[in-house]
């Protein structure tokens, strides 16, 4: 997704987590969406009209990845699965990515002259690219459609409407025909049919349209946006929804076509961008600030299921979806309907017509799962969790995640209701033993931050897979702010330090202890005299933890959660200096028990890695870098971890002149008559 006109960004949307995120240079700006080349698997973006940049995953600076300056202004690139991209210039002109690449500056011809160009869309025929754009020009409306192997170019003038325009068009091609929808600014859908096959040498033919839908129902009246096909009897419109003498209320609707009627809608309050995209039976759209993903399926169209009147023994069964944002309990009937035409399977508020009826009429015996949690409202606390538990041993596949979903969010809905009631046990159970995400339950982490039960969110740490980067923060500074006279009263999971910890970290004791790679944090003060030894003897508090075990551990859990330094580096930001130095020195204390050993790994379960303390310890200083400098408790810290990097260098210097060393007696080896006996001793000074 492109965002703010000048940075890329990849996401993985199944569990919310960043990939990547490319920025151009400040003042540029990108001007066509970035679109992924499916044969080399590189990412292809235009920025300032004319400048081509080509990347791929492993490439962080975009200022040195492949640069291509074109001698015409690029409308927008198109990428087809077995076609290779293909590129549309806002003259008109079209050129496959390979040709353009082959002399970027060639001449670009001008076919469209003073039109402008409003939409494009690109399909594969076969073996044959088809691209097909539509310009506008005086009021006028005309569609293009290039054959890029043939080279051959057909021009289509619309039919003109009297007092409506198009706003948003879309097309699909079956049989070599394409059918070309048009939404007008009347509220009506038209559809218009274009065949491939040309035998005409007219230049300008005009095309007429048929009516395909009017987006009005019960006196309310669709003022649509953008809409995209589902299949050839639904579309899905994105726009205002406004009765008589009410204001208009922006809703996501799906149409029958056939029937001519409204399926289902849902109301998005925080508004939308008013663009919609559809891939893989799944809607993509921006609500308010964030990128919405709901799933849907279009099951055969029937007259019944149009008018609400479908029997069930002619509705196959849907499998339920999980909702990502939180269940409502009124929500949760609607969720777990089976019997549904055409469905939304995310935001469950997008109730059918057949829905409607067959709700109504669910006998006790066969209960869903949201009229059961609507039932067990306000039963008492023991019924109601006894319930819940049986309603999960009882969740079969492949509701089974879903329902387990909606137990978490029932509970959750309850500490809300009553600030008295916190399950504790009982989410603690679910968690260790379910397979469990964030997204599935999002409120369930907000909610053990409020509580501060530690416990609990260091196991959702450990086992969810898609924490936003603001509660990974979040849980940061509960664990850094939390005493440890507090933590001692509570039970953690102390395996992922138990091995390596100096548990009584307030005994000042000199302590004596082998040195397996041969240095420590005191063990220069200069790098001119630095001296490799066996033994130490250490008296400072370097040596020893400077939290507790079960503060450590609950760290521990915040250094194995996966982020993206883009989105944790704001928050991290926020950190109060005094738990920013505590956090450094536990970094510090982690990196020199890694390094004590040889191969730097700490024992334990879940411990944390070399790559993880290290990463976390340079995120921390960018974060806190002016704080650091300035404290002058972190300026003894600072001065330790610098001669400690600097002994770590030298080390692995003189390794590496070993090894250079080692490689050269080998070689010697070799040339030696491998039939004579004989023993060396070989002494390194």
Known sequence: MKDFSSQHLKLKVSDQKPLGCWSVKHGQIITCPVVCNFETHEYIAVHD????????????????????????????????????PVVLFKGGGVRTLDVLLEAPQQEIENIISDEVIKWSEAFMEGQQPVLIFTTEKDGDFFVYIQK????????????QQELSKPLSFTAYIKNQIITLLCLYSNDSVYKILIPLQQNTEEEEQILSKSL?????VSGSVLKGTSFVVLDKDHVAVLGGLAASGEESKECLTIWNTKFQTLQTSKELPLGTSGQLWCYEEKFFFTHGKVLTVIMYKCETSSLAAAVGKLKDSQTSDVSSFVNWNTLGDEELVASFQSQQSVALKSESKMTLRSKRNTVAKVQPDTLSVGQLLLN?????????????????SKAQMPDFQATIGCVITALINRCKTNPKYYPRNFLLQIVQTRDLSYSLCP???????????????????????????EITYACLKVFLSISEAYLQRIDVNLESVICYIDIEFNNKEVKTEIV????????????????????????????????????????????????????LLPHLKNLPAQQAVLFLRYLYYLYVKCSEKINTTLPG????????????MCLLLDAHFTVMVMLPEAKELLSNLHKFVRAQVRFYSELNKIEGSLRELQRLNHQKDSQTYSIEVLELI
Not at 443 to 469: G, S, T, W, Y
């Open 49 to 84: 009209d004319k400048v081509l940049r080509i990347w791929k995953n492993k490439d962080i600076n975009l200022d040195k990845v492949f640069k291509a300056t074109l001698s015409a202004d690029v409308y927008r690139i198109h990428s087809l699965p077995n076609g290779g």
């Open 148 to 159: 890029l192997k043939m080279n051959s170019l057909h021009k289509y003038k619309l039919e």
């Open 212 to 216: 395909l839908l009017n987006l009005s």
């Open 376 to 392: 067990l409202k306000d039963a008492s606390t023991t019924a109601f969790e006894d319930e819940l538990r049986q309603l999960m």
């Open 443 to 469: 409120d369930l982490m907000a909610v053990a931050l409020d509580k501060k039960d530690v416990h609990l969110l260091q196991i959702c740490l450990q086992r969810f897979p898609d924490i936003p980067e």
């Open 516 to 567: 397996e790679n041969g240095f420590n944090a005191e063990l220069e003060q200069d790098i001119c005299d630095t001296k490799i030894t066996k033994e130490t003897h250490l008296t400072t508090d370097g040596e020893f933890c400077p939290v507790g075990p079960q503060k450590a551990a609950l760290l521990n859990a915040v250094l194995h959660s996966a982020y993206s330094e883009t989105f």
């Open 605 to 616: 379960i879940r411990s944390p890695t070399i790559n993880q303390i290290m990463d976390w």
